[in-house]
T-cell receptor, first 114, second 116 residues
């Protein structure tokens, strides 16, 4: 079974631009979570989507948004990019986001904001 | 809010030796899961081992085992017979029942170096 895939793997943007990242979960998985990883803040939870609905949200500004499609693929969007948005963005999937379930991570998208 | 602390930013071990990585956490929940994830230079986060708080028996996966001390809120990872491929950043993570869905809370990470 194919793992979690993320596209693109690398991205360079300039301040003020917007960016969209994509995540395809493991086949059959309906829960997708997003995390931001930076050297200063570590790994921080952004949000979780299940059945096309945002179920949980971390403490990030409204510039960070996401959505999930009927095939469980998810996108996250960052508008008006700031230098501090440079990070590795990881997505993870699980069957339904249940308490007992393990999340499986994708390889990440490395975003550099200049 | 739950917090996870890894007090060892870096650790090193000789190949074939044993190393223990420390993790402490703070929570008021009674049931939760704890995880160790490994992140090699490729940045792919890989699950190493997991432990449910209600299970008293410590989890083991081949060369990896944990020492789960619920009262002390401690969850250490022991790697036996260390191999060069074990070199990576290791993250301790927490998932509770009260934080809905799949939200994981991570520690700061421990960079493990394996010396030949």
């Amino acid at each position: 079974k194919a793992g979690v895939t993320q596209t693109p793997r690398y991205l360079i943007k300039t301040r003020g631009q917007q960016v969209t990242l994509s995540c395809s979960p493991i086949s059959g998985h309906r829960s997708v979570s997003w995390y931001q990883q930076t050297p200063g803040q570590g790994l921080q939870f952004l949000f979780e989507y299940f059945s096309e609905t945002q179920r949980n949200k971390g403490n990030f500004p409204g510039r960070f948004s996401g959505r999930q499609f009927s095939n469980s693929r998810s996108e996250m969007n960052v508008s008006t990019l700031e230098l501090g948005d440079s990070a590795l963005y990881l997505c993870a999937s699980s069957l339904s986001g249940g308490f007992q379930e393990t999340q499986y991570f994708g390889p990440g998208t490395r975003l550099l904001v200049l | 809010a739950q917090t996870v602390t890894q007090s060892q930013p870096e650790m090193s071990v000789q190949e074939a030796e044993t190393v223990t990585l420390s993790c402490t956490y703070d929570t008021s929940e009674s049931d939760y899961y704890l995880f160790w994830y490994k992140q090699p230079p490729s940045r792919q986060m890989i699950l190493v081992i997991r432990q449910e708080a209600y299970k008293q028996q410590n989890a083991t996966e081949n060369r990896f085992s944990v020492n789960f001390q619920k009262a002390a809120k401690s969850f250490s990872l022991k790697i036996s017979d260390s191999q060069l491929g074990d070199a990576a950043m290791y993250f301790c993570a927490y998932k509770g029942t009260e934080t809905s869905g799949s939200r994981l809370t991570f520690g700061e990470g421990t960079q493990l170096t394996v010396n030949p």
